[in-house]
């Protein structure tokens, strides 16, 4: 059961290239998130997609782009890699909050440097 | 608004003891629900333990159980019976149940066990 798969795991950029962070997830979620987290500091949302053809902005959006590109997939591009974008990014899932909240589910984080 | 304190950065503790790593919350919303995740020196982060707001009795799992004091805005961890592999950031995190909220984040705690 792989669970939140995020591709790749470490990546070291120049300042100005572009690169897409991949997630893929395997429980038929509905909900799905993009993460960064900074030294000191706990996750701060980037976007999120509420469902399958919605994306919505989150506490820091700029400088990203999402695609939700089908049920289990939703990607991260940075178009232009600026060092303040080092950090940890992690994917997450969650089944649709009809009700109680649940929880999300974490994949193994992607590192990305940009010198 | 949602806000997640822990004031804890560091927490030490022995083998074998129990230790309590503290969680207040802020929010507006009747309803909402509040999770525990351990972050290990590798770097995933792994769902421990749901609350939610209606719930009676305090949710446990394992030797993971959440004193939740709802009247004074706290969400406490308890580990019982520690253990080395316990070592690893703590983070506490609240959902509002009202439409579709965003999970926020504390900024940790770090909690060493010690032989």
């Known amino acids: 059961n792989a669970g939140v798969t995020q591709t790749p795991k470490f990546q070291v950029l120049k300042t100005g290239q572009s690169m897409t962070l991949q997630c893929a997830q395997d429980m038929n979620h509905n909900s799905m998130y993009w993460y960064r987290q900074d030294p000191g500091m706990g996750l701060r949302l980037i976007y999120y997609?509420?469902?399958?053809?919605?994306?919505d902005k989150g506490e820091v959006p700029n400088g990203y782009n999402v695609s939700r590109l089908n049920k289990r997939e939703f990607s991260l591009r940075l178009e232009s890699a600026a060092p303040s974008q080092t950090s940890v990014y992690f994917c997450a899932s969650s089944e649709s909050s009809g009700g109680s909240p649940k929880p999300q589910h974490f994949g193994d984080g992607t590192r990305l440097s940009i010198l | 608004a949602q806000k997640i304190t822990q004031t804890q950065p560091g927490m030490f503790v022995q083998e074998k003891e129990a230790v309590t790593l503290d969680c207040t919350y802020d929010?507006?919303?009747?309803?909402?629900?509040l999770f525990w995740y351990k972050q290990p020196s590798s770097g995933e982060m792994i769902f421990l333990i749901y609350q939610g707001s209606y719930d009676q009795q305090n949710a446990t799992e394992g030797r993971y159980s959440l004193n939740f004091q709802k009247a004074r805005k706290s969400a406490n961890l308890v580990i019982s019976a520690s253990q080395l592999g316990d070592s690893a950031m703590y983070f506490c995190a609240m959902r509002a149940n009202t439409g579709f909220q965003k999970l926020v984040f504390g900024t940790g705690t770090r909690l060493l066990v010690s032989p």
């Open positions: 997609s509420a469902s399958e053809g919605t994306t």
């Open positions: 929010t507006s919303d009747p309803s909402y629900g």
